[in-house]
T-cell receptor
């Protein structure tokens, strides 16, 4: 199956700092999503971004499909940004998302 | 905003018992999915469902598991004869054709 690798595995930030999370994948995809898992375990959709760049408030994401990676940018981080960030991809003709292992982000006040 | 709902939020059961986890997908979506996440691990795909039949299933989804869409709104996952290792968070998701998947809040299953 498709391999999805996220880096770094853990990230500790001071409030107000910026950061970049990376997702590499091993095959062509027609769907790529970023999620934030909150302390209650809920998966919150951040971006649906099979290619291109999107922004939503302090968060933005870029996917370079031809080079098989995606980046998630967090700017001016807040303590509420803490949690696990997952990247998930879906190949054409697959009917499933394959998840990476996640990046655990801790934002300290 | 439409959302996927799941019940119950937490289920505790004894080993060997059967459980049914319920989901109401977003109403105009056609694809339905179950995923699970063992504590501290990544989210794993179990099964996808379209047009009243399974589209794809993982190695995890063996004869112990089954899915059903009993009416026009519900989508269920049945686990027969639960094992300790079935303890996990189970997520339901739905999507329109070839589009973004939306996840429910999850059911935390604890098998004692």
């Amino acid at each position: 199956g498709i391999q999805v690798e996220q880096s770094p595995p853990d990230l500790i930030l001071q409030e107000g700092a910026n950061s970049t999370l990376r997702c590499n994948f091993s095959d062509s995809v027609n769907n790529l999503q970023w999620f934030h898992q909150n302390p209650w375990g809920q998966l919150i959709n951040l971006f649906y971004i099979p290619s291109g760049t999107k922004q939503n408030g302090r968060l933005s994401a870029t996917t370079v499909a031809t080079e098989r990676y995606s980046l998630l940018y967090i700017s001016s981080s807040q303590t509420t940004d803490s949690g696990v960030y997952f990247c998930a991809v879906e190949r054409l003709d697959d009917y499933k998302l394959s998840f990476g292992a996640g990046t655990t982000v801790t934002v300290r006040a | 905003e439409p959302e996927v709902t799941q019940t119950p939020s937490h289920q505790v059961t004894q080993m060997g018992q059967e459980v049914i986890l319920r989901c109401v997908p977003i109403s105009n979506h056609l694809y339905f999915y179950w995923y699970r996440q063992i504590l501290g691990q990544k989210v794993e795909f179990l099964v996808s469902f379209y047009n009243n039949e399974i589209s794809e299933k993982s190695e995890i989804f063996d004869d112990q598991f089954s899915v059903e869409r009993p009416d026009g709104s519900n989508f269920t996952l049945k686990i027969r004869s639960t094992k300790l290792e079935d303890s996990a968070m189970y997520f339901c998701a739905s999507s329109d054709v070839g589009n973004e998947q939306f996840f429910g809040p999850g059911t935390r299953l604890t098998v004692l």
